[in-house]
Each structure stands twice: as C-alpha cells, then as structure tokens.
C-alpha cells in the first residue's frame, strides 16, 4: 500500500563567498540531511549562495513559503561580510537589534569588557521577534524565526545549534533506507529498475555506482516511511538482480 503519512519537508540553504569559491568545504548539508531524516523530515532541496543582501532576502522568502522548515547556515560571525542575520531581518520586514539575553550570555563568556569588543556584539544581534537558539559550543546564539532557523557556519557549531534545537522540530515518520550493492552496471539494471520503481512509487530508489576494490559497483538505495515494504522491494530487487547472474548484497543504512 501506498504510504499515506505526512510528509514534512525541509530545505538548507547554505550562505557564504567561500563556499563557492572552493575554499572552504561544506559539511553542514551532510550532517543537517542525517539528522533531519531521523526526525521525519526530509529534505527536499539545498542552495549554496553568495553573501548578497538581494540574492540572501529572496532565496530566504521563497524557501520559506516552500518548505515546512528552512535552515541556514553561514554569515552571522564578528566581520563585515557576515549579513545573514540583516538580510533574515529584511526577509521578514522585520527590525534588528541586540538580543538582551545573547548580549548577557555573552557577557559571562568573555568575562573582561574588553574582549567582548564590538565586532563580537555583532554576534548578539537578532532579528525583532526571534527566538534564540543555544549555542553549546561558542556561546554566540543563532535564532529561529517562525520555520527558518538561521545557524553558523563552522560544522562544531552548527551541530551544536541543531541539537540544542531539534525538540522544537514537528517531523513525519523517520525516513528509513535500505542499500543493494551490485556487480551489474547501470546499463544493465537501468529497465528493471524502472519497474520496480513503478510499482513501489512511495519509495525513492537511487543508484550510485562506484568502483570497489578495482571493480564496478552500484549502490541501490531504497528510502521510504514503511521498513516492511523497503523490505519487500529490496527483496524483489535482489531476486531480479540474481535472475540476471549478478551478485547482490543488502545493507540497512
């Protein structure tokens, strides 16, 4: 049967110059997808943009209609080019000013007036109407207005943010997966797996090929809400793989 739960959508968006210059490496999507999916929320699109008030404030407002969450990261730190929390402001048609309680939590982070030097009370700013999102790592909160939770950039922090956060997040059934490994190419597999596509349309079936140990090699990826039905169609997957002469292993990811 069809699977009839609530699906509850998400998408990253991912703000930053050094992003897509190559120099720095995203590892947000990765984790923020993983955990996501666990909580029953997938998500269904990611954007890597440029620190551009005009391209930030009209990517945040359609995601944000699109979606059921939105999640940044990237561009609320001390220096000049960090404008994410102005253009989230902007978004929302909304003021920006310092948070009282991340100015205070701040306060006790640095201890001496003098390090918490202006360029760090840029970090304590918030939109009007924003909820602060805890930061266990460096102190410096991200925010939440309405579904759009805005993050830093750095991996440790943005984990941090998230699992701080997380209880806050209302998700469908946890999205399961299960993977077939075959020696068989694409080629080969591509009109069988058409069909079982067809007649299993509630999960989404990937592949991935690869080359393990020197040789070719497809990772079938099934992903659905019901684990008695991935099972079934990972079954029917490997009975037609094997009924092809090829080998087939089944992992549960």
Known sequence: MPDTSKTVTAAILVIGNEI???????ANIQYLATELGKLGVRVMECRVIP???ATVVATVNELRAKFDYLFT??????THDD????????AFGVGISEHPEAVARMTRHYGDPALFTPARRRMARVPHGG????NPVSVAPGFQMENVFTFAGIPAVAQGMF??????????????ARTVRTNLPEGIIAEP?????KRYEDIDIGSYPAFRNGRPSVSLVLRGTDDARL???AAELIQTIKGMNGEAEEFTT
């Open 20 to 26: 897509l210059s190559g120099r720095t490496k995203d």
């Open 51 to 53: 620190d551009i008030e």
């Open 73 to 78: 990261t990237g561009g609320i730190g001390p």
């Open 83 to 90: 404008i994410t929390a102005d253009c989230i402001a902007k």
């Open 131 to 134: 909820i602060l999102v805890d």
């Open 163 to 176: 699992q701080s956060m997380k209880h806050r997040l209302v998700g469908g059934d946890p999205v399961l």
């Open 193 to 197: 797996l058409g069909a079982l596509q």
């Open 231 to 233: 099972a079934t169609a």
